[in-house]
């Protein structure tokens, strides 16, 4: 794929034009801004963060947690118990949550939209191990999973540089111009669900990412993690999603997330907190008649997982691994019991 990536467009030159702005990010999916957030704040949030990896022991004994080091044996992804126990310790970290309200970030959006702007409660961070390319995030639509309007934001930023190695993000220009959100299927990674190459054409665009760097995009554009093909770094960075406020907000980003793998609440999240700044910020926004709370249509992920159970009968390497997954996460619910028919269909 190297030979199909070529540099995202830095849009640094017309931060300051709003409708310059529009007009690229309507044009493109996407808008790229060098160094639009303060590393300073950054690196202590990195910090803070890597202080959490390391307690929970992903990382080499005796390295630099700022290095993030990681420890193969300890390798895990979402969807994972074990990820689970240390990504909610992090989740409750107040200034990971203070991160999506930074005015640098929210300036940019305001332009954007014209109109005054809501971060989505569900703040998310994305922890991926070296090496384990097969749980990279695939190629796909944010909607599918945050859904409420089309006119939903992305904003992901590395927390330390991110060179392609590492496995940044990547965009296809153009892609929401198709204005539906396409077929998606079963896929291991984040999200659990691909669109198929052979349905998309077209040049990727990324970059070797500094802290700082800041990418924006529509909840059409077509989008994918490339791999962490390093030796043993931890690739950490900030995936978070705005709207404005009037638009409908799906019932799923109002909870923290992954609180389906482990119960989580806001209560849980707040407990520690040093202030009550931000705490239930969107209570009064939301589930108005200008704000109206729409509940997430489950029926992408329910057809993923159909596609899950018929591709481990016929003895999918990946299928089996996914459906593995969710019979150790819950092993009497439903889903874990179609799980493991279908692996003793294929046995």
């Not at 193969?72 to 979402?78: K, L």
């Not at 993000?169 to 111009?177: C, F, I, N």
Request: aromatic share 10%; with cysteine; net charge negative.
């Amino acid at each position: 794929m190297a030979e199909q990536l070529r540099e995202l467009k830095v849009s640094n030159d017309v931060i300051n034009a709003p409708q310059e702005l529009r007009c690229r990010i309507q044009d493109e999916g996407y808008l790229f801004f060098k160094k639009l957030q303060d590393a300073e704040k950054l690196w202590d949030l990195r910090e803070q963060m890597m202080k959490v990896i390391q307690e929970g022991g992903w990382l080499v004994s005796g390295t630099n947690p700022m290095d993030g080091i990681a420890d193969p044996s300890q390798r895990c992804t979402e969807g994972d118990v074990a990820y689970t126990d240390v990504y909610h310790e992090l989740y409750k970290l107040q200034t990971f949550h203070q991160s999506g309200h930074w005015p640098e970030v929210l300036d940019i959006l305001e332009k954007l939209t014209d109109k005054p702007v809501l971060p989505h409660p569900q703040k998310i961070a994305r922890l991926w191990f070296p090496q384990y390319t097969d749980h990279t995030t695939p190629i796909h639509q944010d909607f599918v999973h945050f859904q409420g309007n089309f006119e939903t934001y992305t904003c992901w930023a590395p927390v330390g540089d991110c060179p392609m190695e590492l496995g940044g993000l990547a965009v296809l220009p153009g892609s929401h111009k198709l204005d539906r959100v396409m077929n998606h299927h079963f896929s291991l990674g984040a999200g659990a669900l691909q669109i198929n190459t052979q349905e998309i054409e077209g040049e990727w665009h990324t970059t070797n990412y500094e802290i700082g760097d800041t990418l924006f995009f529509l909840a059409l554009t077509v989008h994918q993690a490339l791999p962490n093909l390093t030796a043993d770094r931890l690739r950490i960075s900030l995936d978070n999603r705005y709207q404005t406020i009037g638009a409908p907000i799906c019932d799923e980003v109002t909870y923290p997330h992954m609180h389906g793998f482990h119960p989580l609440s806001w209560n849980d999240v707040y407990r520690d907190w040093e202030s009550e700044d931000l705490k239930y910020y969107w209570k009064d926004l939301v589930d108005t008649p200008d704000t109206p709370v729409v509940l997430k249509d489950d029926g992408y992920l329910v057809h993923g997982f159909k596609e899950a159970l018929s591709l481990a009968r016929q003895g999918d390497r990946k299928a089996i691994i996914h459906l593995e997954r969710v019979i150790k996460h819950n092993p009497m619910s439903d889903g874990a019991k179609a799980a493991q028919e279908a692996l003793q269909a294929y046995k």
